[in-house]
């Protein structure tokens, strides 16, 4: 595992600004220890804490399979996909939130969009295109997305218009991913 370049570095801030906004500096200044981001095998980028990174340089490179939670990988184009695996980190700082109705919560883990028939809540000023986290009504995440309308516009959407385009929900454990 290395440290990413500065290239690699601005591509994954980016995309992880989009839902966190400026709090991406308390992934790495966190309170109880340090921690870094690594890419490792097949161009996944992995967020570990100094004393494990530290503890896993005594394993040879072909030998470590992974170190630390999986936030992502590179595409072979160079942009960066996030992977489900992040939506602990992400749900915990992020800036705008969406909430769905019990009705519409298996229609998410299926992989489907959230239209607004199954929108509870959505953070005021949430722009078009942002990314957002989505959450049962229980406050448990369930998934990420790209809002499709602003907060404003949504009042005025009929039903069946959708409100969040599905990237990545926690069904896709059960789904099994291909990758």
């Known amino acids: 595992m290395r440290p990413l370049t500065e290239e690699e570095a601005k591509v994954l801030f980016q995309k992880l600004s989009e839902y966190m906004g400026r709090s991406i500096e308390h992934l790495i200044n966190r309170s109880d220890e340090r921690h870094c981001f690594r890419l490792g095998a097949k161009d996944r980028v992995y967020y570990v804490s100094e004393t494990v990174m530290k503890a896993c340089t005594t394993i040879s490179r072909d ?3 992974s170190c630390g939670a999986c936030m992502g990988k590179f595409t072979k184009s160079g942009k960066f996909r996030l992977h489900i695996t992040a939506l602990d980190y992400l749900s915990q700082y992020a800036q705008y939130k969406v909430w769905v109705k019990p009705s519409a919560e298996m229609s998410f ?3 489907n969009n959230v239209s607004k ?6 953070t005021e000023s949430t722009p078009q295109y942002a ?3 989505v959450y049962s009504l229980a406050d448990i995440p369930l998934g990420f997305g790209v809002a499709a309308q602003e907060t404003d516009v949504c009042k005025d959407l009929e039903p069946s218009a ?3 385009l599905h990237q ?5 454990y059960l789904r099994g991913m291909e990758d």
Do not use: T
């Open 162 to 164: 959708n409100v969040v």
């Open 117 to 122: 028939s199954g929108l509870a809540r959505i």
């Open 131 to 133: 990314g957002v986290v």
């Open 63 to 65: 030998s470590l399979l």
């Open 168 to 172: 990545a929900d926690v069904g896709e």
């Open 109 to 111: 883990l299926y992989g």
